[in-house]
């Protein structure tokens, strides 16, 4: 079944071509990217290495450019520019890393304004950095992150520059917040520096963040740490869904189902030098069996989807894994840590910009408790948000459902015309609202809707997809 993989994302790339190439939004450079050669994989590209002394550099500088060509489903060129920005960024200890943003800039852009975009890659191994999967002749090893390309699409023909940082750094450290948090920051910061070359009218322009799933957990970990991190950003929104808001709650409400491969993924992550290693190492060494380290190291080297599949409906409570049970989840270091990443439990690390949340009340990967935690935390300590609930629909086809609203949002928050205070509503429908964001982006959006294989109510059908990708990949 490999095979079937570049085939059927080539099928979907072709059924875009008319759409894309209809409403052209730059120039392909395949010039700049000498012919013949494929991308290197982020541990082999001297892109990625940092020039000695790069730590005296400030957060946000950049260190290193480039031009790339980007991709649609790692075949199809992106008739766009594309820019690739190596900066500095900052590890949970306060020390220095690096990592890539990439920006992807249409011709006729808006020049005072642009989009971090926070994807969902899920996945602490380094081949599925998005810099890397996003580049012309890239295997294609995590089907979400290529599918959110999509939605990426729609903000360029809208005319917005689009930012897409490696927001879990160098180790690929899925799930620490506070690090993807400074690394959507840092790349902010990175963009501003880099904006003459990028066609920016300034260094500070104003940005709107935006990611869903795993990309919320950057972004609402971004919307928190900007008023003392990096107050001197222009940020006019946050958009966040789907939101991974307590890291305790995911893992017990996804243990044994068909996406508790989401869990070892995040304990690699944890794990990382860059992220709690040093702390957290010395716990797993004591209790983690053989087989439960065979299946850290495996899920090390694997994107999401193989995670996935790896790991389906198995528990991280099984005594063949790790020693302790249920009671790893109050073991001190891993109780301190897990309690550190639960996003708006600090009133010092409240949105001032406003936000805008949603989320699936029959969500079945991020419980909806947790979301609504956070809304009643953030409203409580002053923000400014706007939630909505899906009453209909599950976790993945409520990001292309809530497009309409957050794009509504997004162009609300540049012109600073979003509402004070807080509120919420409620959408009760699971259909894709008619033309809701005109005929040129319309059929983007069904395709998107096609591309994941969507068709039951409350995302039924994804539980089977997940044992179908076994196959693929």
């Not at 970990?221 to 939101?243: N, S």
């Not at 079945?364 to 409580?380: F, H, K, M, V």
Request: proline residues 8%; negative net charge; contains cysteine.
């Amino acid at each position: 079944m490999l095979i079937l993989l570049p085939l059927r994302l080539a099928l979907l790339g072709l059924s875009l071509a008319p759409v894309i190439s209809a409403h052209p939004t730059g120039s392909a450079t395949p010039q700049d990217v000498p012919r013949g050669l494929l991308p290197q994989d982020p541990s082999e590209d001297p892109f990625y290495q940092p020039p000695g002394g790069f730590e005296a550099e400030p957060p946000g500088t950049v260190l290193r450019s480039r031009r790339i060509v980007a991709s649609f489903f790692g075949l199809l060129p992106n008739l766009i520019e594309a820019h690739q920005l190596l900066y500095r960024t900052t590890a949970i200890d306060g020390s220095a890393i690096s990592t890539v943003t990439t920006v992807f800039k249409p011709l006729n852009s808006k020049p005072d304004r642009f989009i971090s975009f926070h994807t969902a890659y899920d996945s602490s191994a380094v081949s599925c950095q998005p810099s890397y999967q996003y580049q012309l002749g890239s295997p294609q090893t995590d089907l979400i992150l290529s599918l959110e390309m999509l939605v990426i699409q729609i903000y360029l023909l809208l005319g917005y520059v689009v930012a897409s940082p490696d927001y879990e750094g160098p180790d690929a450290a899925f799930g620490p917040g506070r690090l993807e948090g400074t690394g959507v920051l840092d790349g902010i910061r990175a963009v501003g520096h880099h904006h003459a070359a990028l066609g920016l009218d300034s260094a500070t322009p104003p940005v709107v963040g935006v990611g869903y799933s795993g990309g919320a957990i950057a972004t609402g970990w971004a919307a928190g740490l900007q008023p003392t991190y990096a107050p001197e950003l222009d940020i006019r929104g946050w958009v966040a869904g789907g939101t991974p808001a307590n890291l305790t709650g995911t893992l017990v409400f996804i243990d044994g189902t068909a996406f508790s491969g989401f869990i070892p993924s995040a304990i690699v992550g944890l794990n990382q030098p860059s992220a709690y290693g040093a702390r957290l190492q010395p716990v797993l060494d004591d209790i983690v069996t053989d087989a439960g380290r065979s299946i850290l190291e495996t899920t090390s080297t694997q994107c999401a989807p193989a995670a996935l599949v790896s790991f389906f409906g198995r528990s991280l409570f099984d005594p063949a894994i790790q020693t302790m049970g249920r009671g790893i989840l109050h073991e001190p270091t891993v109780a301190d840590i897990l309690k550190a990443n639960t996003m708006g439990a600090n009133s010092s690390e409240t949105p001032t910009a406003p936000v805008f949340l949603y989320h699936a009340t029959d969500d079945e990967i991020i419980p909806y408790a947790n979301a609504t935690t956070l809304r009643d935390a953030w409203c409580s300590d002053g923000a400014d948000v706007h939630f909505t609930t899906f009453a209909s629909g599950g976790h993945a086809t409520t990001e292309v459902i809530g497009l309409p609203r957050v794009i509504k949002f997004v162009e609300a928050a540049f012109e600073g015309k979003t509402a004070k205070g807080c509120a919420m509503d409620e959408e009760l429908s699971d259909q894709l609202e008619p033309l809701a964001l005109g005929v040129s982006l319309e059929p983007i959006l069904v395709k998107l809707l096609h591309a994941l294989m969507l068709a039951g109510k409350k995302d039924g059908k994804l539980r089977q997809d997940v044992k179908v990708w076994g196959e693929i990949f």
